[in-house]
């Protein structure tokens, strides 16, 4: 279960000078809302989290009261505000004269100005390094979830095979990708799933079109599911009906093995202690030296990012400038890429935990 | 086609203190970069989209620079910049000492605070009001899209009924909507698809879950489909199998009647130069005062709000505090709503867009 008192002393030992936090949730929601209530329902455009002495108080609306009080924490209280004159009046009696902390990474500029007008607080502080230190290291509830995320979507992957056909599309296979997640009962997918068929494949963030499945010709997938707020994030490149006697086949092969076993070493080195850099590092060296060099250059992004409510979560990334280190708990991606323009390409995700003394794959 | 340049031109006129607009793109992607790029594909988190003299500039990294070139309009420069540093150095030399606009509704506290820091300009005014008034009267172009986002998303709704039976889920009705809405070449769900049955109705945000369905039971519907960037949000509620003879089913069948006028009343008050406000009123008044008010204050939220690339887009909402104007070429939803906790609800949606003299529904 959540424990929300023991998230809100996290944060706040995180943020010593401010004794109020304040969470907007705007169009699209602040994934700290989510992990300050455990709301798994609801929209909650427009309403507000307050924070203070271990209570929380969500100033919502007429429309979202119901969801809230069925699913709210012990010690919150739900407020339904009838007017945009009753939520001024309610905040500035809440946070008038003192210091309150936000989350700057997500609240918009125009928000922090209005809080500011409105409220009239002494001080507004940016506090999200405290809320993204507190979600990196994840709680074994948020990895039983995270798990169950990975788990549903590593079974749809499992499955897809079945579907390629001669014909089908991109956008049909995506099809089938969203309906088996919630099928096997996730809460949809954790962003849209990317399918690219051939040469699609060489670009990274290719959204699936109309373009046709052909015999021998590469299917790339990268996708996941939620379960329960928490993301998952998985990508398997296949070769459709392979014509294993072609130059391209054995091409594409070729950049397989090598992006297999980038995976590998790049996991080897995945433990509590490292920097974000290092894994980053051993995979691109590994990539570039591959075949006297011949796919030099051609893994063009970071070989992960951490994973939770968010798939492109807060904490250590796995990238050539991250400087935190890795500790016990984070969840990252690891997912190498050789990317031929042109031609296709190839990338291998998996989700690991870092543990002490090594990276366990989901 | 997209014009980016009549854009551009737009959104300057309502800005005339900035010549320069940048628009930085987040993990959630800003609508205003989708609308200033007209790009369907890609991620494009952390790059940066520079305007001046109707130019556009594109600060991405390698991994989204393919994509970026096959989408890019014709006056756009891609460049895919190699290290932070080489980020910060390009914001400065082209954003320093000038007075820069932003999207401050979307753009983050922390980034606005890095921006000021890093590329020195003179000065920074949120301009997202120019942009939100240039969006929310949408192009013969846009209404295209819209139609199609639309005409999906009907004929996906049309079909649910047959995947009606005793023992589905919710989220297994939910796997349909999504599967449907690409199977007739949507871009995806414009938003998590809500499924409630029974007493969930009553609750207008529930989100599906393992709730079964039952005989003479409600099931409501409240989806849309995404077609190239823009976004449809269409809701219907079935009774499965009705006892038409339970009291059950003759209140549900009220309380659908009620609804049913009440989005049609709206609609009649809905066109250009109406206050946002009236529509609302006009269907509020008739569900407060219907069967001598018997359900007087179970309308619990507004009637409408623009629909574009978000769904929840800019411009005037049909709410109870809304002073702006509908004006021509605006689209929203008429969505009253009557909701009884602990027995159900009904909502019946629909997209319209606004003319001189009436709504029509698309």
């Given at each position: 279960m959540i424990d929300i008192r023991n998230r809100i002393s996290k944060v706040m030992r995180g943020s010593a000078a401010s004794r109020i936090l304040l969470i907007n949730s705007g169009t699209?929601?602040?994934s700290n809302f989510l992990y300050m209530t455990?709301?798994?329902?609801?929209?909650?455009?427009?309403s507000a989290l307050i924070i203070e002495k271990g209570y929380e108080t969500l100033l919502t609306s007429k429309l979202e009261e119901g969801i809230a009080l069925e699913q709210k924490p012990k010690h919150m209280d739900v407020i339904a505000v009838k007017s945009r004159e009753e939520m001024r009046s309610r905040l500035s009696s809440l946070l008038k004269g003192k210091t309150v902390g936000i989350n700057g990474n997500y609240l918009p500029y125009s928000t922090y100005i209005s809080i500011k007008r409105i409220a009239k607080p002494r001080n507004i502080i940016d506090t999200s390094k405290s809320f993204n230190i507190a979600r990196s290291v994840k709680e074994p509830y948020e990895l039983q979830l995270m798990k169950k995320a990975n788990h549903i979507i590593k079974k749809v992957l499992s499955e897809m095979p079945k579907f390629f056909k001669v014909g089908i599309t991109e956008k049909q296979l995506a099809a089938h990708v969203e309906y088996l997640i919630r099928e096997y009962n996730g809460d949809g997918s954790s962003f849209p799933p990317i399918v690219a068929f051939g040469k699609n494949?060489?670009?990274?963030h290719h959204m699936p079109d109309g373009t046709k499945l052909t015999e021998n010709s590469i299917v790339l997938l990268d996708c996941g599911a939620k379960f329960e707020n928490y993301s998952s994030d998985v990508t398997r490149t296949y070769v459709f009906r392979?014509?294993?006697?072609?130059e391209k086949y054995k091409r594409i092969m070729e950049i397989y093995g090598i992006v297999e076993n980038a995976q590998r070493i790049a996991l080897d080195s995945i433990r509590s202690g490292v920097q974000g850099s290092v894994p980053h590092a051993k995979a691109e060296e590994y990539i570039d030296s591959a075949y006297d060099g011949?796919?030099?250059?051609?893994?063009?992004?970071?070989?992960g990012h951490p994973i939770g409510i968010d798939v492109h979560d807060v904490g250590t990334s796995l990238s050539i400038n991250e400087e935190r280190e890795l500790k016990p708990g984070m969840v990252v991606s690891d997912e190498p890429g050789i990317y031929v323009r042109g031609f296709g390409g190839v990338r291998i995700e998996d989700d690991v935990i870092v543990t002490a003394n090594e990276a366990k794959m989901m």
């Open positions: 699209n929601q602040d455990g709301f798994t329902s609801g929209v909650f455009e427009g494949a060489a670009l990274p392979p014509d294993k006697k072609s011949r796919y030099e250059g051609k893994f063009i992004h970071s070989l």
